[in-house]
Nanobody, 125 residues
Framework: QVQLVESGGGLVQAGASLRLSCTAS????????VGWFRQPSGKEREFVAV????????RYADSVKGRFTISRDNAKNAAHLQMNSLKPEDTAVYYC??????????????????WGQGTQVTVSS
C-alpha cells in the first residue's frame, strides 16, 4: 500500500513563494504519474498540475500556469510543487496523488488511486 505525505504548506502573504513536497512510502514513486490538486474551503477539489513518470511531461491548470512548477525526484521518492507569486485565491488544502500509468497526464482526477492527507496553504492579501 502506498502512503503519501505532503509538507511545506503554511501562511504567507500575497506574492510570496512556497514549495510543497510529497514523499511516498510503500511503493516506488517513479512507477506513477504524480498530480497535485487543491480544495478551497467549501468548494470542489480542482486539478493543479501533473507530471509524467519520467518527469518529461507536465501540465498545469490555467490558473497556475507560469507561477507553479511541478517536479519530481524519483531517486528520493518525492515530488514537489514550487508555487511563486501566490495569490489569495490560491488558498486551499493541497493534495498530492498517484495515478498508475507512466505517461497518462490527463489533467483531471480520474485514475488517481492514492492520495495524501493534504497540507494547508493560506495566502493573505
Amino acid at each position: 500500500q502506498v502512503q503519501l505525505v505532503e509538507s511545506g504548506g503554511g501562511l504567507v502573504q500575497a506574492g510570496a513563494s512556497l514549495r510543497l513536497s510529497c514523499t511516498a512510502s510503500g511503493r516506488t514513486l517513479g512507477s506513477y504519474v504524480v498530480g497535485w490538486f487543491r480544495q478551497p474551503s467549501g468548494k470542489e477539489r480542482e486539478f493543479v498540475a501533473v507530471i509524467s513518470g519520467s518527469g518529461s511531461i507536465t501540465r498545469y491548470a490555467d490558473s497556475v500556469k507560469g507561477r507553479f512548477t511541478i517536479s519530481r525526484d524519483n531517486a528520493k521518492n518525492a515530488a514537489h510543487l514550487q508555487m511563486n507569486s501566490l495569490k489569495p485565491e490560491d488558498t486551499a488544502v493541497y493534495y498530492c496523488a498517484l495515478r498508475s500509468g507512466y505517461w497518462d497526464t490527463t489533467p483531471d482526477s480520474s485514475g488517481f488511486d492514492y492520495w495524501g492527507q493534504g497540507t494547508q496553504v493560506t495566502v493573505s492579501s
